[in-house]
């Protein structure tokens, strides 16, 4: 009995470190298969968004035919922000930045043509234009909630592929820290607004 104990205690702690590599590794997919859903529930609120704007630009096109500049530059943006997509498996900082970059010029041409809506008192009392941006309005709120819930996914995520020893393994395992959705640069100033 004796000669076999060393061979015994291997095999528990072989059997130890392959649970334990095993759990790990199942846990690292769960998280990171979180965090992939949840970006997708990021573009899906942001495909919202680009959904709600035909119809928004024709209501204000019918009332505002010579803002035409205004009108072009939120087509044209959309454009941009619907064509700039990220694969789930791909999060890489740079992308995220490019991303980010095409839906801030979305939100900036949503911003003129909102302002521009102001000089429209009949256009601003239109109940198909009133729906219209009750539901943007709404659509901005799921984009911010979603983008929050990203990033919860993500720090969960990477927390877990960081801590010791998990760390020492995750490369191994082809497990590496995603990319965040960080703010607007300069959105933690306050913005001017001038009357």
Known sequence: ???FLPL?????LAIGAYSWATG???TAVEHEA???TAWSKVESAYQRRADLIPNLVSTVKGY???EKGTLEGVIKARSEAT???INAGDLTPEKMTQFQQAQQGLSGALSKLLVTVERYPELKADKSFLELQSQLEGTENRINISRDRFNDAVNKYDKLI???PQKLFSSMFGFEEMARFKSAAGSENTPKVEF
Do not use: E, Q
């Open 1 to 3: 009995m004796k000669k």
């Open 34 to 36: 979180d965090a992939k």
């Open 64 to 66: 505002a035919t010579h």
């Open 8 to 12: 015994i205690i291997i095999a528990i």
């Open 83 to 85: 064509k700039t997509t």
């Open 24 to 26: 790990f590794n199942n």
């Open 162 to 164: 960081k801590r010791f």
